[in-house]
């Protein structure tokens, strides 16, 4: 039977926040090599998000292991109500054969973290076990963090796409 987040145990809630970062970087791989050999650049911008969700994974495994320890118990995105933090690439041929700017990439990811973002937030407001609200505010606030890192890099691509248009005949 599913539970709703804000029921979960801290354990719980912990080992869905990395089975979600693990889900993400194999579905951010997977667009990655979707796209190899269409389009190189969106290909590598996946990969590049695909390694910071690795990344993500091992800063939860390490809070893992310094709160907890010992295995990290089986939980997925299915035994929950709520999606936490879904990667999704909407009509992938389309995507293929109409080509992604890097912008859109960083924006597919940036959607999923602020949906995470936003759930951990609610939960935070409306637990009240004391151990589960401060996780729930430290997941929020990790999730705040690849919202911000997303936001420059769409900004910092979106500059980019800019410049390279200067300067072509119409």
Do not use: C
Not at 108 to 122: G, K, P
């Amino acid at each position: 039977m599913k539970k709703r987040v804000v029921d979960l145990t801290p354990q719980e809630v912990l080992a869905l926040g990395i089975q979600v970062e693990i889900s993400n970087g194999r579905r951010l791989r997977n667009f990655s090599h979707i796209f190899h050999g269409y389009d190189d650049e969106v290909s590598a911008r996946f990969m590049e998000l695909a390694v910071e969700e690795d990344q993500h994974e091992k800063m939860l495994k390490d809070r893992w292991a310094a709160r907890f320890g010992g295995p990290i118990p089986v939980m997925n995105e299915f035994d929950v109500v709520e999606i936490v933090e879904a990667v999704e690439l909407e009509d992938s041929e389309a995507q293929i054969f109409d080509s992604l700017r890097e912008a859109q990439v960083f924006q597919i990811a940036l959607t999923a973290e602020l949906n995470a973002s936003r759930l951990y937030t609610e939960a935070a407001k409306v637990t009240k076990d004391p151990e589960l609200k401060a996780l729930f505010a430290e997941l929020g606030g990790m999730e705040d963090d690849h919202v911000g890192w997303l936001q420059k890099r769409i900004a910092a691509a979106e500059t980019k796409g800019k410049g390279a248009g200067k300067g072509k005949a119409s």
